[in-house]
C-alpha cells in the first residue's frame, strides 16, 4: 500500500477506536446480586476501639470486619464518623489494604470511604474487582449501594474470558 491510502487507514481506524478507548477511561458495572438498604443497622467487629468524644470518631483496629446486609467489608482500620448529635453513622473510613464483598462479588483496594447516608463506597488504591472468573483493574472504584453499580477509573484493565 502507499502512504496515501496508509494515512487514511490510520486515521479511520483511530476514529473507530476512540469509543473503546475512552471507555478504558471509566467502566460503569453492576457490582453485587442484591440492592443495599443504607439504613440498615451497621454491625461493627474489631481487637480494639478507641473513642474521641471531641470530634465525634471512634476508631476500631484489628482485624476489622463490619457487616451491614448483605454487605461486608473487612479491614486493618475503621474510623467512623458520627453525625453532630452522635446518634447516626454518617461514614466510615477504611484504611490499610479493605475488601468489599457484596453477593458473589468482590473488589479489593488500599483504602475505603463509605458514605452511610448517599449508599456511596469509594475505593482507591490498586483496586481489583472480581466477579466470577472475571477480574477489573483500576486506581478508584465508586460503588452505588442502592441500585448495585460501580464505576471503575483511572487506568481501568481487564481479562475477558471467553466461553469455550
Do not use: H
Not at 479493605?98 to 479489593?108: K, R
Amino acid at each position: 500500500m502507499t502512504k496515501t491510502l496508509l494515512r487514511p487507514l490510520a486515521a479511520a481506524l483511530c476514529l473507530a477506536l476512540l469509543p473503546v478507548i475512552a471507555a478504558a477511561q471509566g467502566a460503569e458495572i453492576a457490582f453485587g446480586n442484591v440492592e443495599q438498604d443504607p439504613s440498615q443497622p451497621v454491625e461493627v467487629t474489631a481487637e480494639s476501639l478507641s473513642v474521641d468524644q471531641d470530634d465525634g470518631t471512634a476508631i476500631f483496629t484489628g482485624d476489622v470486619l463490619i457487616v451491614q446486609g448483605e454487605m461486608r467489608l473487612a479491614a486493618p482500620k475503621v474510623e467512623v464518623f458520627y453525625d453532630e448529635a452522635g446518634n447516626r453513622i454518617q461514614r466510615l473510613k477504611a484504611s490499610g489494604g479493605v475488601t468489599l464483598v457484596s453477593g458473589d462479588d468482590a473488589a479489593e483496594a488500599a483504602n475505603a470511604d463509605y458514605s452511610v447516608e448517599s449508599g456511596t463506597i469509594f475505593m482507591q488504591g490498586d483496586v481489583l474487582l472480581m466477579q466470577g472468573q472475571s477480574t477489573l483493574t483500576a486506581d478508584r472504584m465508586t460503588v452505588d449501594t442502592r441500585d448495585g453499580t460501580a464505576r471503575m477509573e483511572g487506568r481501568v484493565r481487564t481479562v475477558l474470558q471467553s466461553n469455550d
